[in-house]
């Protein structure tokens, strides 16, 4: 007899597939067309006019934005469960952003059209959509905040502490990062310098908050971590 597969794990906290209803999920898994990535192989580029929006269902992304030097930005990171570039599909003007894989990555893409029609028919699905959009703005908003005030530790701190809010999971030694992100990969997030991370990140070891290996980060004591942001502490169980 072959072996029971495992069952799927639930869509994540926070993505808009945890917060549609099982009929709105359902629907517009039925839209979509499985495709894979190679880490480093684009979904989406910006200034492309394609609407296509892509459901991740495994892995994670980047997204990319060009600066005005000619430079490259890391805006964001997003993971299963999370939907890209349903801002062209819903406005039709070019892509602001370049999506890359991080890692094998799987999406179910959805024509724009399609996914414009579906949101028409299903008002839920259309205000998660809305409310997924309006937590991204928000978030973009407090980034830009965090990331251009304090000193390095403050900065790098806050950013692991959202990025451990949103993609954490729990591990023997704390909360996991579920993102394989390297010291770059942080100084992009936080607008500083590969060697001013370093130094962020040897101090927050030294302090017990976190322990970093390649592509690997554990938050090791949260309340630590957000001491040294200087955010509140995290109250309830």
């Known amino acids: 007899m072959p072996e029971p597969t495992a069952p799927e794990p639930p869509w994540p906290p926070g ?19 499985p495709r894979a990535y190679r880490p480093g192989s684009a979904l989406m ?28 930005a890391l805006l964001a990171v997003r993971a299963r469960g999370d939907l890209v570039g349903e801002l062209a599909a819903i406005d039709g003007h070019p892509r602001s952003a370049t999506v890359l894989a991080v890692r094998p990555t799987t999406v179910s893409t959805v024509d724009g059209a399609a996914f414009r029609a579906l949101m028409r028919e299903r008002p839920g699905l259309a205000a998660a959509v809305q409310r997924s959009l309006t937590a991204k703005l928000r ?26 809010r949103r993609y954490g999971h729990a591990d023997p030694a ?7 992100l390297c010291q770059a990969d942080l100084a992009w997030l936080t607008g500083l310098s590969n060697a001013s991370v370093q130094r962020a990140l040897r101090r927050l070891r030294q302090d017990g908050a976190v322990t970093t290996r390649y592509r690997s980060l554990v938050v090791r004591d949260l309340g630590a971590l957000r001491a040294t942001a200087d955010l509140p502490a995290v109250t309830g169980g």
């Open 15 to 33: 993505t808009l597939m945890a917060e549609l209803s099982t009929g709105d999920r359902a629907a517009l898994e039925r839209l979509g067309n």
């Open 174 to 180: 704390g909360l996991r990062i579920g993102i394989p």
């Open 45 to 72: 580029l910006e200034g492309d006019r394609d609407t296509e929006v892509s459901l991740l269902t495994g892995g994670y992304v980047k997204v990319l934005g060009g600066t005005e030097d000619g430079g490259t």
């Open 139 to 164: 978030a973009a908003t407090r980034h830009r905040i965090d990331a251009g005030a304090g000193s390095a530790t403050v900065r790098v701190a806050r950013t692991l502490d959202t990025l451990a």
